[in-house]
Protein backbone atom coordinates (compact mmCIF):
# COMPACT_ATOMS: atom_id res chain seq x y z
CA UNK A 1 0.00 0.00 0.00
CA UNK A 2 0.92 3.66 -0.84
CA UNK A 3 -0.27 6.55 1.33
CA UNK A 4 -1.59 9.11 -0.91
CA UNK A 5 -0.33 12.88 -0.47
CA UNK A 6 -0.99 15.56 -3.01
CA UNK A 7 1.99 17.55 -1.11
CA UNK A 8 5.75 17.21 -2.09
CA UNK A 9 6.41 17.00 1.83
CA UNK A 10 6.76 13.97 3.94
CA UNK A 11 6.06 15.61 7.39
CA UNK A 12 4.96 13.18 10.04
CA UNK A 13 5.28 9.98 9.02
CA UNK A 14 5.70 9.19 6.27
CA UNK A 15 25.65 10.74 -12.16
CA UNK A 16 25.34 9.01 -14.96
CA UNK A 17 28.03 10.52 -17.81
CA UNK A 18 26.46 9.75 -20.93
CA UNK A 19 27.41 9.71 -24.77
CA UNK A 20 24.22 11.00 -25.45
CA UNK A 21 21.15 9.62 -27.21
CA UNK A 22 19.55 12.92 -26.69
CA UNK A 23 22.21 16.31 -27.12
CA UNK A 24 23.81 17.24 -23.90
CA UNK A 25 22.97 20.78 -25.37
CA UNK A 26 19.41 20.03 -24.66
CA UNK A 27 16.75 18.63 -21.71
CA UNK A 28 14.80 16.50 -23.86
CA UNK A 29 14.49 13.41 -21.95
CA UNK A 30 14.39 11.49 -18.80
CA UNK A 31 15.80 12.65 -15.64
CA UNK A 32 16.32 10.86 -12.02
CA UNK A 33 17.11 12.67 -8.93
CA UNK A 34 16.08 13.64 -5.09
CA UNK A 35 14.34 17.12 -3.61
CA UNK A 36 16.06 17.44 -0.18
CA UNK A 37 14.06 19.34 1.93
CA UNK A 38 13.29 19.48 6.18
CA UNK A 39 15.85 16.42 6.07
CA UNK A 40 13.48 15.04 3.97
CA UNK A 41 14.61 13.69 0.34
CA UNK A 42 12.04 12.73 -2.26
CA UNK A 43 12.94 10.54 -5.18
CA UNK A 44 11.22 12.21 -8.50
CA UNK A 45 11.18 11.37 -12.43
CA UNK A 46 10.84 13.97 -14.84
CA UNK A 47 10.70 14.21 -18.34
CA UNK A 48 11.96 16.87 -20.72
CA UNK A 49 9.55 16.72 -24.56
CA UNK A 50 9.51 19.52 -27.59
CA UNK A 51 6.63 19.94 -29.07
CA UNK A 52 6.30 23.32 -31.65
CA UNK A 53 9.38 24.11 -30.09
CA UNK A 54 7.95 24.62 -26.55
CA UNK A 55 8.99 22.81 -23.97
CA UNK A 56 6.79 20.30 -22.36
CA UNK A 57 7.06 18.06 -19.31
CA UNK A 58 6.31 15.69 -16.56
CA UNK A 59 6.83 14.78 -13.22
CA UNK A 60 6.82 11.44 -10.99
CA UNK A 61 7.58 11.21 -7.09
CA UNK A 62 6.59 7.55 -6.26
CA UNK A 63 7.23 7.66 -2.53
CA UNK A 64 3.81 9.45 -3.17
CA UNK A 65 2.07 8.00 -5.77
CA UNK A 66 2.30 10.77 -8.05
CA UNK A 67 2.46 9.99 -11.78
CA UNK A 68 2.61 11.75 -14.67
CA UNK A 69 1.85 14.97 -13.57
CA UNK A 70 2.50 18.34 -15.68
CA UNK A 71 5.02 20.44 -15.32
CA UNK A 72 4.45 24.39 -16.50
CA UNK A 73 6.16 27.51 -17.27
CA UNK A 74 9.47 25.42 -18.31
CA UNK A 75 12.31 27.66 -19.31
CA UNK A 76 15.69 26.42 -20.44
CA UNK A 77 18.21 28.76 -22.35
CA UNK A 78 21.80 26.35 -21.99
CA UNK A 79 22.64 27.63 -18.54
CA UNK A 80 19.66 27.34 -16.21
CA UNK A 81 16.32 25.39 -16.79
CA UNK A 82 13.26 26.63 -14.04
CA UNK A 83 9.98 24.66 -14.28
CA UNK A 84 6.67 24.86 -11.69
CA UNK A 85 4.38 21.83 -10.49
CA UNK A 86 0.92 23.56 -10.17
CA UNK A 87 -0.78 21.18 -7.86
CA UNK A 88 -3.91 22.23 -5.40
CA UNK A 89 -1.81 23.51 -2.14
CA UNK A 90 0.35 25.56 -4.28
CA UNK A 91 2.88 26.35 -6.67
CA UNK A 92 6.27 23.92 -6.36
CA UNK A 93 9.00 25.97 -8.22
CA UNK A 94 11.76 24.63 -9.25
CA UNK A 95 14.95 26.84 -10.17
CA UNK A 96 18.63 24.99 -11.49
CA UNK A 97 21.40 25.16 -13.20
CA UNK A 98 22.21 23.21 -16.18
CA UNK A 99 25.26 20.76 -16.14
CA UNK A 100 24.82 18.81 -19.28
CA UNK A 101 24.33 15.59 -17.44
CA UNK A 102 22.75 17.39 -14.50
CA UNK A 103 20.88 19.71 -13.20
CA UNK A 104 20.38 21.13 -9.61
CA UNK A 105 19.23 24.37 -7.43
CA UNK A 106 16.72 25.47 -5.45
CA UNK A 107 13.22 24.42 -4.56
CA UNK A 108 10.32 26.64 -3.09
CA UNK A 109 6.58 25.40 -2.46
CA UNK A 110 4.47 26.91 0.33
CA UNK A 111 7.08 28.95 2.04
CA UNK A 112 9.78 26.28 2.60
CA UNK A 113 12.73 26.11 0.78
CA UNK A 114 15.34 23.12 -0.30
CA UNK A 115 17.59 21.83 -2.81
CA UNK A 116 16.72 19.44 -5.83
CA UNK A 117 19.22 17.65 -7.93
CA UNK A 118 18.70 16.04 -11.42
CA UNK A 119 20.85 13.54 -13.70
CA UNK A 120 20.08 11.99 -17.08
CA UNK A 121 18.36 8.60 -16.51
CA UNK A 122 20.53 5.82 -17.54
CA UNK A 123 17.11 4.19 -19.20
CA UNK A 124 17.03 6.88 -21.17
CA UNK A 125 20.78 6.97 -22.59
CA UNK A 126 20.64 3.41 -22.76
CA UNK A 127 17.72 1.37 -24.11
CA UNK A 128 16.52 -1.14 -22.26
CA UNK A 129 15.71 -3.91 -25.41
CA UNK A 130 17.24 -3.34 -28.94
CA UNK A 131 16.08 -6.40 -30.12
CA UNK A 132 12.10 -7.40 -30.74
CA UNK A 133 11.03 -9.88 -27.72
CA UNK A 134 10.10 -13.44 -28.77
CA UNK A 135 6.46 -12.90 -28.73
CA UNK A 136 3.74 -11.04 -29.98
CA UNK A 137 2.93 -7.41 -28.47
CA UNK A 138 -0.92 -5.45 -29.04
CA UNK A 139 -1.65 -2.04 -27.93
CA UNK A 140 -5.51 -2.83 -27.00
CA UNK A 141 -8.63 -0.73 -25.11
CA UNK A 142 -11.74 -1.32 -23.56
CA UNK A 143 -14.11 0.02 -21.62
CA UNK A 144 -16.06 0.32 -17.94
CA UNK A 145 -18.95 2.28 -18.87
CA UNK A 146 -17.63 5.67 -19.87
CA UNK A 147 -13.90 5.06 -18.49
CA UNK A 148 -11.41 4.07 -21.25
CA UNK A 149 -8.62 1.46 -20.31
CA UNK A 150 -5.64 1.06 -22.71
CA UNK A 151 -3.11 -1.29 -22.02
CA UNK A 152 -1.30 -3.78 -24.04
CA UNK A 153 -1.30 -7.15 -24.52
CA UNK A 154 1.28 -10.23 -24.88
CA UNK A 155 1.15 -13.34 -26.43
CA UNK A 156 3.30 -15.90 -27.66
CA UNK A 157 4.25 -16.15 -31.46
CA UNK A 158 2.67 -19.52 -32.20
CA UNK A 159 -0.99 -19.59 -32.82
CA UNK A 160 -3.50 -21.16 -30.45
CA UNK A 161 -5.81 -20.20 -27.52
CA UNK A 162 -3.69 -18.96 -24.92
CA UNK A 163 -3.96 -18.74 -20.91
CA UNK A 164 -4.17 -15.93 -20.23
CA UNK A 165 -3.41 -13.23 -16.79
CA UNK A 166 -5.04 -9.73 -16.00
CA UNK A 167 -2.62 -7.95 -14.12
CA UNK A 168 -4.16 -5.70 -11.53
CA UNK A 169 -2.06 -2.48 -10.13
CA UNK A 170 -1.69 -1.47 -6.09
CA UNK A 171 -2.80 1.65 -4.65
CA UNK A 172 -2.39 4.71 -5.75
CA UNK A 173 -2.18 6.14 -9.52
CA UNK A 174 0.04 3.53 -11.45
CA UNK A 175 0.72 2.49 -15.04
CA UNK A 176 0.10 -0.22 -17.11
CA UNK A 177 4.15 -1.75 -15.67
CA UNK A 178 3.48 -0.21 -12.44
CA UNK A 179 6.04 1.64 -12.51
CA UNK A 180 7.95 2.65 -9.20
CA UNK A 181 11.48 3.92 -8.11
CA UNK A 182 12.61 2.38 -11.73
CA UNK A 183 11.31 -0.87 -10.97
CA UNK A 184 8.59 -1.98 -13.62
CA UNK A 185 6.83 -4.84 -11.67
CA UNK A 186 4.26 -5.73 -14.38
CA UNK A 187 6.43 -5.34 -17.48
CA UNK A 188 9.26 -8.18 -15.65
CA UNK A 189 6.22 -10.60 -15.53
CA UNK A 190 4.42 -9.91 -18.43
CA UNK A 191 7.99 -10.53 -20.31
CA UNK A 192 8.37 -14.15 -18.14
CA UNK A 193 4.97 -15.04 -18.55
CA UNK A 194 4.55 -14.88 -22.14
CA UNK A 195 8.03 -16.52 -23.15
CA UNK A 196 6.28 -19.46 -21.15
CA UNK A 197 3.22 -19.64 -22.93
CA UNK A 198 1.16 -17.35 -20.88
CA UNK A 199 -0.64 -14.20 -22.56
CA UNK A 200 -0.72 -11.19 -20.53
CA UNK A 201 -2.91 -8.37 -19.91
CA UNK A 202 -1.80 -5.37 -18.28
CA UNK A 203 -3.17 -1.62 -18.37
CA UNK A 204 -2.68 1.88 -17.05
CA UNK A 205 -4.92 2.79 -14.00
CA UNK A 206 -8.36 5.09 -15.24
CA UNK A 207 -7.11 8.16 -15.63
CA UNK A 208 -3.44 7.63 -15.88
CA UNK A 209 -1.50 7.41 -19.30
CA UNK A 210 -3.42 6.49 -22.05
CA UNK A 211 -6.66 5.34 -19.78
CA UNK A 212 -9.37 7.77 -19.45
CA UNK A 213 -12.15 8.63 -16.58
CA UNK A 214 -12.75 9.50 -13.04
CA UNK A 215 -9.65 9.52 -11.17
CA UNK A 216 -8.32 6.89 -8.87
CA UNK A 217 -8.84 9.70 -5.83
CA UNK A 218 -12.65 9.71 -7.40
CA UNK A 219 -13.25 6.10 -7.72
CA UNK A 220 -13.24 3.45 -5.24
CA UNK A 221 -11.62 -0.56 -5.05
CA UNK A 222 -15.03 -1.74 -6.27
CA UNK A 223 -15.12 0.22 -9.37
CA UNK A 224 -11.59 -0.98 -9.68
CA UNK A 225 -12.75 -4.91 -9.86
CA UNK A 226 -15.34 -3.88 -12.17
CA UNK A 227 -12.47 -2.47 -14.78
CA UNK A 228 -10.87 -5.78 -13.96
CA UNK A 229 -14.38 -7.93 -14.99
CA UNK A 230 -14.46 -5.71 -18.31
CA UNK A 231 -10.80 -6.67 -18.63
CA UNK A 232 -11.98 -10.61 -18.70
CA UNK A 233 -14.83 -9.94 -20.89
CA UNK A 234 -12.29 -8.46 -23.98
CA UNK A 235 -9.95 -11.08 -23.30
CA UNK A 236 -13.14 -13.91 -23.34
CA UNK A 237 -14.09 -12.46 -26.47
CA UNK A 238 -10.54 -13.09 -27.99
CA UNK A 239 -10.33 -16.29 -30.52
CA UNK A 240 -6.60 -16.16 -29.68
CA UNK A 241 -7.46 -16.62 -25.53
CA UNK A 242 -8.84 -19.71 -23.97
CA UNK A 243 -12.08 -18.43 -22.23
CA UNK A 244 -11.26 -21.47 -19.23
CA UNK A 245 -8.24 -20.18 -18.52
CA UNK A 246 -7.87 -16.42 -17.81
CA UNK A 247 -6.77 -15.48 -14.26
CA UNK A 248 -5.84 -12.69 -12.14
CA UNK A 249 -3.04 -11.17 -10.34
CA UNK A 250 -3.30 -8.68 -8.12
CA UNK A 251 -0.09 -6.52 -6.42
CA UNK A 252 -0.93 -4.67 -2.52
CA UNK A 253 -4.62 -3.26 -3.33
CA UNK A 254 -4.60 -5.61 -6.39
CA UNK A 255 -4.50 -8.26 -4.20
CA UNK A 256 -7.85 -7.00 -2.69
CA UNK A 257 -8.95 -6.07 -5.97
CA UNK A 258 -8.53 -9.84 -7.52
CA UNK A 259 -10.61 -11.73 -4.69
CA UNK A 260 -13.50 -9.24 -4.94
CA UNK A 261 -13.19 -9.74 -8.97
CA UNK A 262 -13.40 -13.46 -8.81
CA UNK A 263 -16.37 -13.25 -6.08
CA UNK A 264 -18.34 -11.98 -8.56
CA UNK A 265 -17.21 -13.76 -11.95
CA UNK A 266 -17.00 -17.78 -11.12
CA UNK A 267 -15.51 -17.84 -14.71
CA UNK A 268 -12.22 -16.64 -13.49
CA UNK A 269 -9.93 -19.11 -13.60
CA UNK A 270 -7.09 -18.90 -10.71
CA UNK A 271 -6.00 -15.54 -8.76
CA UNK A 272 -2.59 -14.72 -7.45
CA UNK A 273 -2.42 -12.10 -4.81
CA UNK A 274 0.68 -10.27 -4.21
CA UNK A 275 0.64 -8.75 -1.46
CA UNK A 276 -2.72 -9.02 -0.38
CA UNK A 277 -4.88 -8.13 2.83
CA UNK A 278 -7.40 -10.10 5.26
CA UNK A 279 -8.76 -7.21 7.20
CA UNK A 280 -9.96 -3.90 6.74
CA UNK A 281 -7.64 -1.09 5.55
CA UNK A 282 -8.36 0.80 8.40
CA UNK A 283 -6.12 -1.97 10.32
CA UNK A 284 -3.89 -2.32 7.78
CA UNK A 285 -2.73 1.02 7.75
CA UNK A 286 -2.59 1.45 11.64
CA UNK A 287 -0.39 -1.58 11.63
CA UNK A 288 1.90 -0.66 8.98
CA UNK A 289 2.69 2.54 10.70
CA UNK A 290 3.42 0.94 13.56
CA UNK A 291 6.13 -1.23 12.29
CA UNK A 292 7.67 1.11 9.71
CA UNK A 293 8.22 3.84 12.83
CA UNK A 294 9.41 0.79 14.36
CA UNK A 295 11.84 0.02 11.90
CA UNK A 296 13.21 3.25 11.81
CA UNK A 297 13.82 3.69 15.39
CA UNK A 298 10.60 6.31 16.11
CA UNK A 299 10.35 6.25 20.35
CA UNK A 300 7.53 4.33 21.18
CA UNK A 301 5.92 7.30 22.94
CA UNK A 302 5.87 9.28 19.52
CA UNK A 303 4.63 6.20 17.86
CA UNK A 304 1.52 6.29 19.78
CA UNK A 305 1.09 9.61 19.58
CA UNK A 306 1.05 9.13 15.33
CA UNK A 307 -1.14 6.38 15.95
CA UNK A 308 -3.64 8.19 17.93
CA UNK A 309 -3.77 11.06 15.34
CA UNK A 310 -3.99 7.75 12.61
CA UNK A 311 -6.86 6.99 14.40
CA UNK A 312 -8.95 9.92 14.59
CA UNK A 313 -8.58 10.95 10.95
CA UNK A 314 -9.85 7.21 9.93
CA UNK A 315 -12.62 7.94 12.36
CA UNK A 316 -13.62 11.60 10.48
CA UNK A 317 -13.32 9.69 7.28
CA UNK A 318 -15.55 6.64 8.06
CA UNK A 319 -18.01 9.28 9.70
CA UNK A 320 -17.67 12.40 7.84
CA UNK A 321 -18.11 14.55 11.20
CA UNK A 322 -15.05 15.84 13.37
CA UNK A 323 -13.23 17.46 10.41
CA UNK A 324 -12.80 21.01 12.43
CA UNK A 325 -11.55 19.09 15.44
CA UNK A 326 -9.45 17.20 13.73
CA UNK A 327 -7.73 20.24 11.80
CA UNK A 328 -7.14 21.26 15.30
CA UNK A 329 -5.61 18.48 16.61
CA UNK A 330 -2.89 18.03 13.24
CA UNK A 331 -2.05 21.66 13.72
CA UNK A 332 -1.32 21.14 16.99
CA UNK A 333 0.74 18.26 15.92
CA UNK A 334 2.66 19.75 13.18
CA UNK A 335 3.43 23.40 15.68
CA UNK A 336 5.03 20.41 17.96
CA UNK A 337 7.16 19.21 15.35
CA UNK A 338 8.62 22.32 14.48
CA UNK A 339 9.05 23.45 18.34
CA UNK A 340 12.04 19.99 17.95
CA UNK A 341 13.10 20.51 14.46
CA UNK A 342 16.90 22.10 14.34
CA UNK A 343 17.06 26.44 13.59
CA UNK A 344 18.66 25.46 10.75
CA UNK A 345 16.11 23.74 9.31
CA UNK A 346 13.18 25.88 10.72
CA UNK A 347 15.01 28.81 9.02
CA UNK A 348 13.94 26.94 5.35
CA UNK A 349 10.49 27.65 6.05
CA UNK A 350 9.37 31.14 5.67
CA UNK A 351 5.81 30.83 6.89
CA UNK A 352 5.55 28.23 9.55
CA UNK A 353 1.53 29.19 10.07
CA UNK A 354 1.05 29.20 5.95
CA UNK A 355 3.16 25.98 5.51
CA UNK A 356 0.78 24.17 8.94
CA UNK A 357 -2.43 25.78 7.17
CA UNK A 358 -1.45 24.64 3.48
CA UNK A 359 -0.25 20.94 4.33
CA UNK A 360 -3.22 20.16 7.06
CA UNK A 361 -5.69 21.09 4.04
CA UNK A 362 -4.03 18.92 1.62
CA UNK A 363 -3.81 15.74 4.27
CA UNK A 364 -7.52 16.39 4.74
CA UNK A 365 -8.87 16.25 1.36
CA UNK A 366 -7.11 12.95 0.91
CA UNK A 367 -8.98 11.54 4.14
CA UNK A 368 -11.99 12.72 2.26
CA UNK A 369 -11.88 10.69 -0.99
CA UNK A 370 -14.35 8.33 -2.10
CA UNK A 371 -11.30 5.68 -2.37
CA UNK A 372 -9.99 6.67 1.21
CA UNK A 373 -13.32 6.37 3.33
CA UNK A 374 -14.15 3.22 0.68
CA UNK A 375 -10.76 1.44 1.68
CA UNK A 376 -10.70 1.94 5.25
CA UNK A 377 -14.10 0.18 6.01
CA UNK A 378 -13.97 -2.65 2.96
CA UNK A 379 -13.22 -6.16 4.82
CA UNK A 380 -11.91 -8.52 2.20
CA UNK A 381 -13.43 -11.36 4.21
CA UNK A 382 -16.55 -11.45 2.60
CA UNK A 383 -15.17 -11.75 -0.45
CA UNK A 384 -12.45 -14.08 -0.23
CA UNK A 385 -15.56 -17.00 1.50
CA UNK A 386 -17.05 -16.83 -2.13
CA UNK A 387 -13.79 -17.48 -4.30
CA UNK A 388 -13.79 -20.97 -5.40
CA UNK A 389 -11.10 -20.81 -8.16
CA UNK A 390 -7.52 -21.76 -7.41
CA UNK A 391 -5.84 -19.21 -5.03
CA UNK A 392 -2.13 -18.63 -4.94
CA UNK A 393 -1.51 -15.88 -2.02
CA UNK A 394 2.55 -14.52 -1.63
CA UNK A 395 4.12 -12.96 1.17
CA UNK A 396 7.26 -11.07 1.96
CA UNK A 397 8.71 -12.00 5.40
CA UNK A 398 10.36 -8.23 5.03
CA UNK A 399 7.37 -6.45 4.30
CA UNK A 400 6.26 -3.63 6.59
CA UNK A 401 3.30 -2.33 4.58
CA UNK A 402 1.47 -5.69 4.16
CA UNK A 403 2.61 -8.15 6.95
CA UNK A 404 2.60 -11.23 6.74
CA UNK A 405 1.55 -12.03 10.77
CA UNK A 406 -1.73 -9.88 10.37
CA UNK A 407 -3.33 -10.72 7.01
CA UNK A 408 -1.99 -14.43 6.13
CA UNK A 409 -4.44 -15.73 9.04
CA UNK A 410 -7.34 -14.42 8.07
CA UNK A 411 -7.32 -14.80 4.33
CA UNK A 412 -6.91 -18.53 4.59
CA UNK A 413 -9.70 -19.12 7.00
CA UNK A 414 -12.15 -17.13 4.86
CA UNK A 415 -11.02 -18.74 1.83
CA UNK A 416 -11.50 -22.31 3.86
CA UNK A 417 -14.68 -21.26 5.43
CA UNK A 418 -16.05 -20.74 1.66
CA UNK A 419 -15.19 -24.46 1.17
CA UNK A 420 -12.32 -23.24 -1.43
CA UNK A 421 -9.93 -26.86 -1.57
CA UNK A 422 -6.67 -25.32 -3.74
CA UNK A 423 -5.13 -22.25 -1.90
CA UNK A 424 -1.42 -22.60 -1.72
CA UNK A 425 0.68 -20.08 0.29
CA UNK A 426 4.36 -18.89 0.03
CA UNK A 427 6.14 -16.70 2.20
CA UNK A 428 9.34 -15.20 0.59
CA UNK A 429 11.59 -14.88 4.18
CA UNK A 430 13.76 -12.02 2.90
CA UNK A 431 11.06 -10.61 0.40
CA UNK A 432 9.81 -6.95 0.89
CA UNK A 433 6.40 -4.97 -0.21
CA UNK A 434 7.81 -5.35 -3.86
CA UNK A 435 9.12 -8.71 -3.37
CA UNK A 436 12.82 -7.81 -3.94
CA UNK A 437 15.41 -9.91 -2.15
CA UNK A 438 15.94 -7.13 0.74
CA UNK A 439 17.86 -6.71 3.71
CA UNK A 440 15.89 -4.80 6.22
CA UNK A 441 12.17 -4.01 4.58
CA UNK A 442 12.86 -0.11 5.36
CA UNK A 443 11.64 2.51 3.18
CA UNK A 444 14.91 3.54 2.26
CA UNK A 445 16.11 0.50 0.83
CA UNK A 446 13.74 0.41 -1.46
CA UNK A 447 15.62 2.87 -3.82
CA UNK A 448 18.62 0.99 -3.75
CA UNK A 449 17.58 -2.24 -4.59
CA UNK A 450 17.85 -4.00 -7.84
CA UNK A 451 15.11 -3.37 -10.00
CA UNK A 452 14.31 -7.23 -10.20
CA UNK A 453 12.41 -9.82 -8.40
CA UNK A 454 14.45 -12.07 -5.71
CA UNK A 455 15.29 -15.13 -7.40
CA UNK A 456 12.80 -17.87 -7.92
CA UNK A 457 9.55 -15.54 -7.57
CA UNK A 458 8.68 -15.18 -11.33
CA UNK A 459 9.28 -19.30 -11.72
CA UNK A 460 7.41 -20.22 -8.52
CA UNK A 461 4.22 -18.28 -9.81
CA UNK A 462 4.92 -19.64 -13.58
CA UNK A 463 5.22 -23.28 -12.72
CA UNK A 464 1.46 -22.40 -10.27
CA UNK A 465 -0.21 -21.31 -13.08
CA UNK A 466 0.92 -24.41 -15.29
CA UNK A 467 -0.33 -26.83 -13.14
CA UNK A 468 -3.58 -25.69 -13.22
CA UNK A 469 -3.85 -24.44 -17.09
CA UNK A 470 -2.10 -25.77 -19.97
CA UNK A 471 -0.26 -23.89 -23.14
CA UNK A 472 -1.88 -24.47 -25.96
CA UNK A 473 1.83 -25.25 -27.83
Same mark, same amino acid.
Given at each position: ?33 ? /? ?266 ? /? ?25 ? /? ?143
Amino acid at each position: MKTKYFFLILFLVFSISTNGLYSQDDIIGKWWGN /IDVIKTKLIIIIFFQKEDNKYEGSIDIPQQSVKNYTLSEIEFDKKIVRFILDVPNGKAEFDGKYYKDSISGDFRQSGISGTFFLSRAMDVIKPEVTEKPPYIEEEVVFYNGDVKLAGTLTLPEYSGKHPAVIMITGSGPQDRNEEILGFKHFQIIADYFTRNGIAVLRYDDRGVGESKGKTIDESTTEEFADDVLQAFQFLKSRKDINPEAIGLCGHSEGGIVAPLAASKNPEIAFIICMAGTGVTGEEVIIEQMKQILKAEEVPEEE /INKEIELLKKMTQAAKTDTGWEELKTE /IIKTKKESFEKMPEEERKKIKDENKFIEITTEAEISQLKTPWFKFFITYNPVPALEKVKCPVLLLFGGLDFKVLVDQNLKPMTEALERGGNKDVTIKVFETGNHSFQDAKTGSMSEYEVLPKEFMPGFLEFMKDWILQRVSVSR
